[in-house]
């Protein structure tokens, strides 16, 4: 399973959304260099919150581009890096990745996924009504969401936009994702 990355963003401030970047450096156990929610422990505000000495999950948010596509259909204009994430993809499907998945993107970067990112209602601050369209229910009545995913730094590296992203799954059972 393979795909690539067509941008990447971060802020070194706490925002809703990440400006793009020509490329960022992924340091591993930590995150993305500079982002305000790499560390070794939680970043996210409502995390620490709860517990600041809980160990970070969530030290780099990818997000599928053709989620932008879906959402577009329902007249919302989306752009990577409005929606947080650091690292936009296009051509794998980043929900269908068991946990532990890993992913090895550019020349030296190895990101492990560690499971789904919870949409909140932040979403419909950007765009009334998006939240809607990234979280939803199935037939059998689960909660699917499809916000992205969310993953840590097993090696660093630089990633820039066109790099290749190749996942090798773990050995089974697999084990779904959820959120973190």
Known sequence: MSGRVTAVSSNGEYSFTKPNRDSVRLLAGLGVE???????????????????????????????????????????????????????????????????TLLRIGDSAVLEVTGLRNPCPQIDHFRDGLLKQVVGRDEAGNVVRKAGIMSVVREGGVVRPGDHIEARLPSGPHRPLDRV
């Open 34 to 100: 500079g982002d305000v929610h790499a560390g070794v422990t939680v970043k996210h505000r409502s995390r620490v919150a709860q517990d600041p000495t809980q160990p970070n999950l969530r030290q780099v948010h990818l997000m599928h581009e053709e989620l932008f596509d879906e959402v577009a259909d329902e007249g919302f204009e989306v752009a990577p890096g409005e929606l947080g994430e650091n690292i936009t993809t296009r051509g794998i499907d980043l929900l269908g990745l068991p946990v532990g």
